[in-house]
């Protein structure tokens, strides 16, 4: 039997929270508890704790050359207790990033890709007979537990000359699987229209880079709404913002919250590239952004546990309570100015900083920086 007593803790709210955890799951939480732990952490009252955070939009296959990096740099080593890959790889090498996953630290899903070739290059969609459906369904047929959705990376430099077609075969796919899964879809330059994407997407379906400051993104020249984006919010389709090297605005994101426009959910689009010499960095630097934007830790952190846990069915993830995944995070947020970066070089000034302390995976904890 393993124990983690988290102590003098406090809830999003302010409120004190302790926790007990025990052999992977959460055993006991309240206000202030009384138990002996084989391990005791004490935060002095000082430090918030949460369910881990879920990253729903990351590239960590370490064998690409395009987009990679180590699950646990994007993951525990930045308070991220899950990530989720987002289609690098396909049918042909999702079952050897899956066997690479199983000895990192941080939990590791995956999206697969539509393409069985994964990210490859940047045109994996270029070729119409790269999406197999029966290659599809034997990899979610041999690692059910490990792919979660699929990903279809619907902009000009992917599908070159096929246009909207690849989406339209992704969503064939999706319905003729034998276990239904969600579709993330990336969006970006243009051809397809944006317009046309959001009309083949459907109630449930994920739309990352929703954010963007390109000319293909929500906005009208002059700044206001696109019609078909709040028609498409209104039919379920799912707000990520997919932050990455070139798909977060902040001009984007502050026309969007002033008309009511909001994200369900929060994530990265990190890599080696983009963690080690920005935008991104990390999903703390991420939070920043949404905190300088206007919303509040409350609005926030569902946005990285309840919301990515809900969309990817991970049942026992996303929210603290008995009986769920000890995964928890532990951070503080501190009053210290610092210059926020979009992708495309625009800065603003934050007066908050979030700071990851602990990652705990499954009742283990890393201290971060160590």
Request: some cysteine; charged content about 20%; glycine content about 8%.
């Amino acid at each position: 039997m393993n124990s983690l007593y988290i102590k003098n803790g406090k809830d999003i709210d302010e409120q004190p929270l302790e926790l007990l955890l025990e052999d992977g799951k959460i055993i006991d939480m309240a206000p202030q508890l009384d138990v002996v732990a084989d391990e005791v952490i004490n935060l002095q009252g000082h430090s918030y704790v949460s369910a881990g955070w879920i990253d729903d939009h990351v590239h960590c296959y370490e064998k690409m050359s395009l987009y990679y990096d180590d699950p646990d740099l994007v993951g525990c080593c930045n308070g991220v207790t899950t990530v989720i890959d987002a289609g690098s790889t396909g049918a042909d090498n999702i079952g050897d990033f899956y066997h690479l996953a199983q000895a990192k630290k941080t939990n590791v899903y995956a999206m697969i890709n539509i393409s069985k070739t994964g990210i490859l290059a940047q045109d994996e969609l270029g070729d119409m007979d790269r999406l197999q459906f029966d290659d599809l369904q034997q990899a979610i047929n041999d690692y059910p537990n490990f792919i979660i959705g699929l990903k279809a990376r619907i902009s000009k430099s992917v599908v070159v000359g096929n246009g909207i077609k690849p989406l339209i075969v992704a969503k064939e796919f999706q319905k003729k699987l034998s276990q239904r899964l969600p579709l993330m879809v990336h969006v970006g330059t243009n051809p397809p229209e944006l317009s046309e994407i959001m009309d083949v997407m459907e109630s449930g379906d994920i739309m990352t880079h929703c954010f963007n400051g390109k000319d293909n993104g929500i906005l009208n020249p002059d700044g206001s709404i696109k019609d078909f984006v709040r028609e498409g919010l209104d039919k379920g389709i799912i707000f990520d913002v997919g932050h990455g090297t070139e798909s977060f605005n902040f001009e984007t994101a502050e026309a969007a919250f002033k008309n009511h426009i909001y994200p369900q959910s929060l994530s990265t689009d990190i890599y080696h590239g983009n963690r080690e010499h920005g935008p991104v960095y990390n999903l703390a630097t991420c939070i920043e952004k949404m905190l300088y934007l206007g919303f509040d830790l409350p609005e926030i952190l569902p946005m990285i546990t309840t919301v990515p846990a809900a969309n990817y069915h991970l049942t026992n993830k996303g929210k603290l309570a008995i009986g769920m995944d000890a995964d928890v995070t532990i951070f503080n947020i501190e009053d210290f100015s610092k210059t926020l970066v979009d992708s495309d070089g625009n800065t603003r000034k934050s007066t908050k900083t979030v700071e990851p302390i602990y990652s705990i995976v499954g009742g283990n904890a890393y201290l971060i920086g160590e």
